[in-house]
T-cell receptor
Framework: KAGVTQTPRYLIKTRGQQVTLSCSPI?????VSWYQQTPGQGLQFLFE?????QRNKGNFPGRFSGRQFSNSRSEMNVSTLELGDSALYLC???WGGGDTEAFFGQGTRLTVV | DAKTTQPTSMDCAEGRAANLPCNHSTISGNEYVYWYRQIHSQGPQCIIHGLKNNETNEMASLIITEDRKSSTLILPHATLRDTAVYYCIVRVAGTGRRALTFGSGTRLQVQP
């Protein structure tokens, strides 16, 4: 079956702009989590959605937001981009019940100039 | 979730076994040990996980000590494609906690 799909793969934006990233989870998975990876901070949890509701949130400013649709697809939005938002943004999906492994997409590489 | 400690980097000769240690001395009874691997610029991939018994699959073996305070990931015959960062993660079981806490991981370099 198809894996986790993230679009776009690469993105260049200017400071102050906003950006929306998309994640399509594995079919049947209801949980989608987002992570930010930078060389300095490593992999950090942003938020998790389950059945269209945000279930967990990491320690990121309000400029980072997300949502999940009824088909489990998720989007994350970053407003008023800063240079420090340049990172690899990873989406992970899991079916959401019990203790199951998370399946990651290839990520979206965001560069803010 | 319990904190984990891993060596920053390790080298291994191609064809040899790679043994990657992880310390999780504060692990609690309902926490699983997960190993994820991240090949350069790709998303992490779960290799193996376990609760208390040793586990083996087609990719690796996981040895968990009896007191569960440490574990070892074993790649029995390392190849160049195993060069990656390996993350040991301890995570509570059950619903409601989906966040994975990634540490710095171990950068494994497989040498030809």
């Amino acid at each position: 079956k198809a894996g986790v799909t993230q679009t776009p793969r690469y993105l260049i934006k200017t400071r102050g702009q906003q950006v929306t990233l998309s994640c399509s989870p594995i079919s049947g998975h209801r949980s989608v989590s987002w992570y930010q990876q930078t060389p300095g901070q490593g992999l950090q949890f942003l938020f998790e959605y389950f059945s269209e509701t945000q279930r967990n949130k990491g320690n990121f400013p309000g400029r980072f937001s997300g949502r999940q649709f009824s088909n489990s697809r998720s989007e994350m939005n970053v407003s008023t981009l800063e240079l420090g938002d340049s990172a690899l943004y990873l989406c992970a999906s899991s079916w959401g019940g019990g203790d199951t492994e998370a399946f990651f997409g290839q990520g979206t590489r965001l560069t803010v100039v | 979730d319990a904190k984990t400690t891993q060596p920053t980097s390790m080298d291994c000769a191609e064809g040899r076994a790679a043994n990657l240690p992880c310390n999780h001395s504060t692990i609690s009874g309902n926490e699983y040990v997960y190993w994820y691997r991240q090949i350069h610029s790709q998303g992490p991939q779960c290799i193996i996980h376990g609760l208390k018994n040793n586990e083996t699959n087609e990719m690796a073996s996981l040895i968990i000590t009896e007191d569960r305070k440490s574990s070892t990931l074993i790649l029995p015959h390392a190849t160049l494609r195993d060069t990656a960062v390996y993350y040991c993660i301890v995570r509570v079981a059950g619903t409601g906690r989906r966040a994975l806490t990634f540490g710095s991981g171990t950068r494994l370099q497989v040498q030809p």
